[in-house]
C-alpha cells in the first residue's frame, strides 16, 4: 500500500467583494494571548475518512480558499513584532495542500491502525513554515482520506473544529456561521490590580533548567507502541454505575473512564507504590470565565488540572477515588483560576524567572504520569464536504508514552475508543487489565 503525491503548492485567502469580515486587526499581526503562549508549540495532526460519493478536490480546495478568508491567521506564519514578541503574521502566505492517490480501496486499508504508515496520510511539519498543512488521499474506490495538520499555538480544539466545520460549509457552496471572533488580547487583559490567587509555576511553568534536565535523550522512547482500546456504551455504563455507586451526585462518563485508565495505565506500568502519578487534563476555558468567552473564539483557551495520588492509593482504593480527585481538581478550574493565570502570565515573573511552559511537545515519556486529551466533546464528524459526515476519524501517529486520546467511536452508538501509548512491555499487562473493574 504505498501513497503516491501528484501535486504540492500553496493556497492562498479567496477575498472577494462580497467577503464583510472586518480586518483582524489594525496592524499586520495578531499577538499571541497568554494562553497561547503557554499551550504546546508543534503541529497536531488529525486524519479523516469519507465514503463514496466525495466532491472532487478542486470544490474542496476552493472551500479551503474561502474559509481562510474568515480565518486569516490559518494562512499566515509565526514570526515577530517590533519588540521580539512572538506574533500571527497576517501575511496571507497560504497552506500546504497536497492531493495524492492509493492504489487500493479503503476497505482493504481499514481499519487504520496506529502506526507509523499514517504518517503517510499527511504532508510532514518537519521544519515547515506553514501553519496549516492538508492532504486529500484518493482511493481506488472514490473514497477520500483527509490528512489535516494544524499549529496548536494558532488554536485548541475547540476551535480547530469550528475551522472545520466553516471549511465544509464553504465547500458546500453556505455561509460560514457564526464568523469566528480573533480578538487574543482584550480578552484577556490582566486585572489591575493584579490578583494572584493561585500557584503557576509547577503547574503551567517551569523553571528552564528542570525543562533542559528533563528533556534528556530516554533510550526507551523509540518502544513506544500505541494500543486502540474500545469501550463499548454498555462498559462505560457499567463504569459510571460502579465509581458513583453511593453517590448523590454520579461521576461523569468521562471522569470514570479517566479514573478506570489512570488506574489500569498505572497497574501495567508495574510502577513503585511510594511513586507519585498525576494526569494532566485539559480544561476549556470559554464556559468557565466570567462573562462567558463566545464559542467562536479562534485561538487556545485551554489551562490543565493536574490531580495527583500515590500510586499505592490510587491502586489500593476503589474507583470511586481516583473520580473524586479527577471531579475536585477539574472543579477548581473556574473563572478566578484562569484570571489568576492572566495576572501572573502578565506580571513579568515569566521572562524575570526565566519559566518556560511544562506543556513540552518534546517530551516523549510521561511516565510515570499521564495526559489525556478528550476529543468526545468536539464536533469533528460535522464536517462535511458535499458528500456527508466521515466515515472515520483517527489522531497521527503520535509516539508518546502517556499521552490518552479518547475520541468516538466510528460506530456512532456512544462507545469511546481509547488510543494509549505504552512501553511495549507493558502492553501485554495493560490489555490483560484493560477491561477489568476490580
Request: one cysteine or more; hydrophobic letters at 40%.
Amino acid at each position: 500500500m504505498k501513497i503516491v503525491v501528484e501535486s504540492s503548492r500553496i493556497i492562498k485567502p479567496a477575498h472577494n467583494a462580497d467577503h464583510i469580515r472586518p480586518p483582524l486587526t489594525t496592524t499586520q499581526h495578531i499577538p499571541l494571548s497568554v494562553f497561547d503562549k503557554v499551550t504546546f508549540d508543534t503541529h497536531v495532526a488529525v486524519i479523516y475518512a469519507f465514503r463514496p460519493p466525495t466532491p472532487p478536490n478542486s470544490v474542496i480546495e476552493e472551500g479551503l480558499a474561502k474559509a481562510l478568508a474568515e480565518y486569516g491567521q490559518y494562512a499566515g506564519r509565526l514570526g515577530e513584532d517590533s519588540e521580539g514578541n512572538r506574533v500571527i503574521l497576517l501575511n496571507d502566505e497560504g497552506v500546504r495542500f497536497v492531493e495524492a492517490s492509493i492504489d487500493t480501496t479503503l476497505s482493504n486499508a481499514m481499519p487504520f491502525k496506529p502506526s507509523p504508515s499514517l504518517l503517510d496520510f499527511h504532508p510532514s511539519a518537519d521544519g515547515v513554515e506553514e501553519l496549516l498543512l492538508v492532504q486529500l488521499t484518493r482511493f481506488t474506490c472514490g473514497s477520500l482520506v483527509l490528512g489535516f495538520s494544524l499549529h496548536h499555538v494558532i488554536s485548541d480544539g475547540h476551535a480547530t473544529s469550528n475551522f472545520l466545520v466553516s471549511w465544509g460549509l464553504a465547500s458546500r457552496g453556505l455561509s460560514i456561521s457564526p464568523l469566528p471572533l480573533h480578538d487574543r488580547t482584550s480578552l484577556f487583559a490582566p486585572r489591575q490590580p493584579p490578583q494572584l490567587e493561585f500557584e503557576h509555576r509547577g503547574v503551567e511553568f517551569k523553571s528552564k533548567k528542570i525543562s533542559r534536565d528533563s528533556n534528556t535523550e530516554n533510550p526507551l522512547k523509540n518502544e513506544v507502541a500505541i494500543h486502540k482500546a474500545h469501550f463499548t456504551k454498555e462498559f462505560l455504563s457499567k463504569l459510571k454505575a460502579t465509581a458513583s455507586a453511593g453517590r448523590d451526585q454520579p461521576y461523569s462518563t468521562f471522569q470514570s473512564l479517566v479514573a478506570h485508565l489512570w488506574r489500569v495505565v498505572t497497574k501495567a506500568r508495574g510502577l513503585n507504590g511510594c511513586e507519585t502519578t498525576h494526569v494532566r487534563i485539559a480544561v476549556d476555558g470559554r464556559r468557565r470565565m466570567i462573562p462567558a468567552v463566545p464559542d467562536g473564539y479562534s485561538g487556545n483557551l485551554v489551562l490543565w488540572a493536574f490531580p495527583r495520588a500515590n500510586v499505592r492509593e490510587l491502586l489500593n482504593r476503589p474507583l470511586q477515588y481516583a473520580a473524586d480527585l479527577i471531579r475536585t481538581e477539574v472543579a477548581k478550574m473556574e473563572d478566578s483560576y484562569f484570571k489568576s493565570f492572566i495576572d501572573f502570565s502578565s506580571s513579568g515573573a515569566i521572562e524575570e524567572e526565566d519559566l518556560v511552559p511544562t506543556a513540552d511537545a518534546d517530551e516523549m515519556v510521561l511516565c510515570p504520569n499521564l495526559e489525556v486529551d478528550c476529543w468526545t466533546r468536539f464536533p469533528f464528524y460535522d464536517l462535511d464536504f458535499g458528500g456527508g459526515s466521515p466515515y472515520y476519524l483517527v489522531p497521527s501517529y503520535l509516539p508518546v508514552e502517556g499521552l490518552l486520546i479518547l475520541l468516538p467511536s466510528f460506530i456512532g452508538d456512544g462507545s469511546i475508543d481509547a488510543f494509549v501509548p505504552l512501553f511495549h512491555h507493558n502492553l501485554d499487562s495493560f490489555k490483560l487489565c484493560c477491561y477489568s473493574m476490580d
